[in-house]
């Protein structure tokens, strides 16, 4: 020790954690201020290499259910699978198996098997290269996976790798980052917010949550949590008619319902009964104690929490067994024994026909494609990135609305989609789960990199991973859906101009399942009020005298004005909520003084009120100045002090 200092003396930082604390501290020096730091930008970022690997590992427990629910729903639309594959039957119809019977064919199910098998490993093949091209590219701490909306509509079509094609064209270019500029700003901020609802619905739902809401025929949602034996399941059926048949010999065949949706009504009152729904809310409040005393890793340490007990079977919380509140809990029991499998994606890699090209349901489907997908994966990475901007002031550029590598990291987004269509799988796209990574403090790309990392060992150990249960990521959803919605602040809401438009983008989002229906629905009543207002203006000239010229220029869009009146317009609006803020807090001190005052001044009040009431009292009961009643005192004797002998200064 140098100059006798002890550790954690002045100018020396303490380091938590004892050695454990101290060889971490090194190992974020070391890689700081190495190329491979230097590279990621971890001092610009203000991150730390640990709290990369944590953040990364947090997005992929909350993106991990992909790699079951991805594969088990397109393998139920049949997937690769079709009439070739029959071996009971033959016909166009052949999959639902032959007159008569009691089920699907034999050969069609076992090829829809093997295909959900297989998509399962195409989906961490995919997902792997995509966070890992986010990563070293775009440096960016977003994680990709195939997509669970409309683009599963796209799932074994060209589409997905002409789009992904056109997509990666229109990204290298830049014309995808112009429309950041473009959409009002107003209608951006508020994908964010929107974003964090549908976070939170989809982190209560049982899919792929805890459960606490289902279907409700009357007002679409309600509150549930009813155990699985007081649920009905829903159906969709396109022909109701063609639900019951009768066979050759006029017996009835079985309903024809198709499979049945995870979506459920409680038939009975018994609602939060649920064990899996309790434990999932267990799993959220122990989330928020150990955040609310910063604890690193809280997010992280609630899912393991959840997911262990979950894993225990036996009980009304298991997600494995027979006991499971879930639908299929011996399934996932007997794929979990399994620990280990053979990567293998044969069955569904390269299944694309381009003759379809001369079909125009594909050109339709493409058309759809490319708007839909396109304003949903760019709000989400504006959104993501606002995120980043709210931890680190300064991210996004307020007056370009772009941020680090957001060309290079748009072009990954794009590749990955043609590299999911190569495997046969939906086409990739960024993830609103990353914020759960970002709120753990992921900044740069070795949180991608490290969610890669764990979709490669997912190849291997798929039935361990994809048997982490919804309820356990569930209220890491509801959580981060709860933080994002701090970007709602700075959305001017006393112009209603802005705020009818981003209450709009705010609410379609969840409430139609689409970040793309939000933001066209945002942008269209923006467009709406601007062009309104603008024939108003126009119209009125003659009544306020204003010039025409000046009118226009007033109502030029953003887009459309010089950086650097963008740049004035910026200061302007920061030293105006500047001034708001010290005109807030000069109110805030003059009323804090004059509390102050009142409190002395009442102090003062209630003391000479009390000595007014004590001289009362006192002369109410007849008390001679020198004491009570009934006992004399002479001053000369007691009150007039006694002189020593010798005078008054005498020893």
């Known amino acids: 020790m140098e100059d006798g200092k002890a550790p954690g003396a002045a100018g020396t930082p303490p380091t938590e954690g004892g050695a454990i604390g101290i060889m971490f501290e090194r190992l974020n020096r070391a890689v700081e201020e190495s190329a491979v730091g230097r590279y990621f930008c971890l001092k610009e970022r203000k991150s730390r290499f640990t709290t990369e690997l944590r953040a990364g590992t947090v997005t992929f427990l909350t993106m991990a259910y992909i790699l079951a629910v991805n594969g088990a729903i397109v393998a139920d639309t049949g997937g690769p699978c079709g009439p070739s594959d029959c071996t009971q039957s033959t016909g166009p119809f052949c999959m639902f198996g032959p007159p008569g019977g009691t089920g699907m064919d034999v050969g069609y199910l076992s090829c829809r098997e093997n295909a959900k098998r297989s998509m399962v490993t195409a989906t961490a093949v995919s997902s792997f290269v995509a966070c890992v091209l986010m990563g070293v590219v775009g440096n960016l701490p977003f994680g990709l996976a195939p997509g669970m909306g409309i683009n599963a509509f796209f799932t074994y079509t060209v589409v997905g790798f002409a789009g992904g094609w056109i997509f990666f064209v229109i990204s290298i270019s830049g014309l995808r980052g112009k429309i950041t500029q473009i959409v009002p700003k107003c209608v951006m901020l508020a994908t964010s917010g929107g974003i964090g609802i549908f976070l939170a619905f989809i982190g209560m739902q049982t899919s792929n949550g805890i459960g606490l809401i289902a ?37 009835l065949n079985p ?11 409680c038939i009975t009152n018994m609602k939060m009964r649920s064990a899996s729904l309790w434990l999932g809310i267990c799993g959220g409040i122990l989330m928020v104690l150990l955040m609310a005393r910063g604890f690193r890793g809280a997010i992280m340490v609630a899912i393991l929490f959840v997911t262990f007990i979950s ?48 079909t125009p349901k594909l050109w339709a489907a493409l058309i759809s494609f490319l708007y ?30 772009t941020f680090p590598r957001m060309t290079l990291a748009f072009s990954v987004d794009a590749t990955a989609i043609w590299v999911g269509a190569l495997l046969g799988i939906p086409p990739l796209t960024t993830y609103i789960e990353s914020a759960t990574g970002i709120r753990e403090g992921g900044r740069t790309g070795i949180t991608a990199i490290m969610i890669g990392f764990y979709f490669f060992l997912a190849m291997f150990f798929t039935p361990i991973i994809s048997s982490i249960p919804p309820y356990a990521t569930g209220p890491a959803l509801i ?13 001017d809401w006393k112009d209603y101009t802005q705020a009818i438009p981003a209450f709009i983008t705010i609410s379609v ?10 933001i066209i629905g945002g942008i269209m009543s923006y467009v709406i009020f601007y062009v309104l207002l603008l024939i108003y203006d126009l119209l009125s000239i003659p009544l306020t005298g204003k010039n025409w010229r000046d009118v226009l220029a007033a109502a030029k869009p953003e887009f459309l004005k010089p950086m650097a009146v963008l740049e004035q317009e910026e200061i302007a609006r920061n030293r105006a909520r500047i001034d708001a803020m010290e005109r807030q807090l000069e109110e805030m001190n003059v009323a804090l003084a004059h509390a102050e005052s009142s409190s002395i001044s009442d102090k003062q009040s209630t003391d000479a009120t009390v000595a007014k009431g004590v001289a009362e009292a006192v002369e109410a009961a007849h008390v001679p100045a020198g004491g009570p009643v009934g006992f004399e005192t002479h001053e000369s004797e007691q009150q007039k002090p006694q002189q020593q002998p010798g005078g008054p200064n005498a020893v």
């Open 215 to 251: 279907f409700e025929p009357a007002t679409l949602v309600t509150l549930a949590g009813c155990p699985i034996q007081d649920r009905a399941h829903m159906y969709t059926i396109a022909d109701p008619a063609g639900v019951c048949s009768l066979d050759a010999n006029g017996n």
């Open 255 to 265: 309903p024809s319902l198709g499979p049945a949706s995870p979506n459920y009504a």
């Open 311 to 358: 894993w225990i079977p036996n009980h009304d919380a298991s997600y494995l067994g027979a006991s499971s509140q879930i639908p299929g809990g011996e399934e996932r029991m007997a794929y979990f024994k399994k620990v280990v499998q053979v990567p293998n994606t044969s069955a569904t890699d390269l299944e694309m026909d381009f003759s379809a090209f001369g």
């Open 372 to 401: 839909l997908d396109l304003l949903d994966c760019t709000g989400t990475f504006y959104s993501m990135a606002a995120y980043i901007d709210k931890r680190q002031p300064g991210f996004i550029n307020p007056i370009t609305k």
């Open 479 to 491: 959580l981060v859906g709860s933080l994002m919605m701090e970007n709602l602040l700075d959305i």
């Open 509 to 518: 989002i969840p409430l139609t399942y689409s970040i793309a229906y939000g």
